[in-house]
């Protein structure tokens, strides 16, 4: 059974994987995270890419991501520029939850909850 809607409206056909995004979900682009970006009043620099990667990974070695347990990976990840504090920078709507709709991932429960990941 499919597991995306790219597979289902071409079955056998996989999209062809963005090396600069390897842990990138199948039906994701850097124009779509462009657009997503531009709504939100976003420019993407290479600050951003670096973080939306970062969500990318971490997706995809976690089997059941947890909000708390992302927010303390990414803060121990960017430490060294200002953790917690240097992604609400480049995130202003909520590290976790306007940089997992940029990286193309789900949304995690809790994200929207002010005290984690999201200040809207």
């Known amino acids: 059974m499919p597991n995306e809607m790219s597979e289902l409206m071409n079955p056998g056909i996989q999209p062809e994987a ?3 995004f390897p842990h990138a979900p199948t039906d994701w682009s850097t124009d779509k995270a462009m657009g997503a970006a ?7 620099s290479e600050d951003h890419w670096e973080a939306i990667k970062a969500f990318q990974e971490y997706f995809a070695k976690v089997e059941s991501p947890r909000v708390r347990e992302l927010h303390d990976a990414l803060n121990e990840r960017f430490y060294s520029r200002g953790g917690r504090r240097y992604l609400y920078q480049l995130f202003p709507g909520g590290p976790i939850a306007q940089g997992c709709q940029l990286a193309g991932l789900p ?11 999201s200040v809207q």
């Not at 949304?107 to 990941?117: I, Q």
């Open 107 to 117: 949304a995690l429960s809790g994200s929207a909850d002010k005290s984690f990941g």
């Open 38 to 44: 531009q709504e939100a009043g976003l420019d993407l």
């Open 18 to 20: 963005n090396p600069d």
